[in-house]
């Protein structure tokens, strides 16, 4: 083999996990940010949240009403999904987020906002005891 070539393959590979391991902290930090600012958000009936923050870039909003808030992020431009039976038992429905270390904290208070805005303008109030965070 070549030591030139050996070089340079290390090199790239040095520079490749270097930008992995900050890609992944970015999405970390993401994953944490995003966490604190949907514990902000009004408590309602229609919404609730992990207590815990996720182990993964993918958050769960349990909801009643996952197709209509899925609709109404996708109508601001967002990519998430309803869950809803037969892929979880009735009752377990949800909207799955999954944030990637290309999004920006612009982004995440984007979708922080869009939710928000779907929590206030959604029927059924709020319930001071229910609270807006489960225990996922």
């Known amino acids: 083999m070549n030591r030139v070539a050996s070089a340079v393959d290390y090199t790239l ?10 890609e992944q902290e970015q999405l ?3 994953i944490n940010y995003f966490h604190r600012r949907l514990g902000n958000l009004p408590s309602t009936v229609n919404l609730l949240i992990p207590q ?3 182990k993964s870039p993918i958050f769960s909003l349990c909801t009643p009403k996952p197709r209509n808030l899925a609709k109404y992020c996708q109508e601001s431009g967002f990519v998430v999904r309803a869950i809803v039976p037969p892929t979880v038992p009735e009752g377990g429905e949800r909207v799955r ?3 990637h270390a290309g999004n920006t904290i612009k982004d995440v208070d984007r979708l922080a906002q ?5 929590v206030r303008n959604t029927k059924g109030g709020t319930n001071p005891q229910l609270g807006a965070r489960s225990n996922l």
């Open 114 to 118: 869009c939710i928000t805005g779907w």
């Open 52 to 54: 815990e923050v996720p």
């Open 28 to 30: 970390w930090h993401l």
């Open 13 to 22: 590979t040095e520079e490749q996990l270097t930008e992995r391991f900050q």
């Open 97 to 99: 987020i999954c944030l």
